[in-house]
């Protein structure tokens, strides 16, 4: 079974930055697509980035030259690296894998973490 667990939120300023990472177990990521999403509670699930088993990286408007994906086949690991927070990124934050391919659609994965809380806020 494939177990997936997010890790590197926090409590940051507007304008700083954080390092989320999704580490997987049972089962390699290598030849899998993998997604990053947000949702707050009350609001709709939002994809923020997904990362091809070629290495073809896709982000949502929103997010677009400020977070980063990338993923660590030797740690079996990916990551979101996200920068010049607003306060309007605060949520949690959920990576899900398995993808036939990179999409910002949740219906597509089958593999989800519990999520990491990130909080913008001076």
């Known amino acids: 079974q494939l177990l997936l667990v997010e890790s590197g939120g926090g409590l940051v300023q507007p304008g700083g930055s954080l390092r989320l990472s999704c580490a997987a177990s049972g089962t390699t990521l290598e030849h899998v697509a993998v997604g990053w999403f947000r949702q707050a509670p009350g609001k709709e699930r939002e994809g923020v980035s997904c990362i091809h088993s070629s290495n073809i990286t896709t982000y949502a408007d929103s997010v677009k030259g400020r977070f980063t994906i990338s993923r660590d086949n030797a740690k079996n690991t990916v990551s979101l690296q996200i920068s010049s927070l607003k306060p309007e990124d605060t949520t949690i934050y959920y990576c899900?894998?398995?993808?036939?391919?990179?999409?910002?659609?949740?219906?597509?994965?089958?593999?989800w973490g519990r999520g990491t809380e990130v909080t913008v806020s001076s």
């Open positions: 899900a894998a398995e993808s036939w391919t990179c999409g910002l659609g949740a219906g597509a994965y089958g593999y």
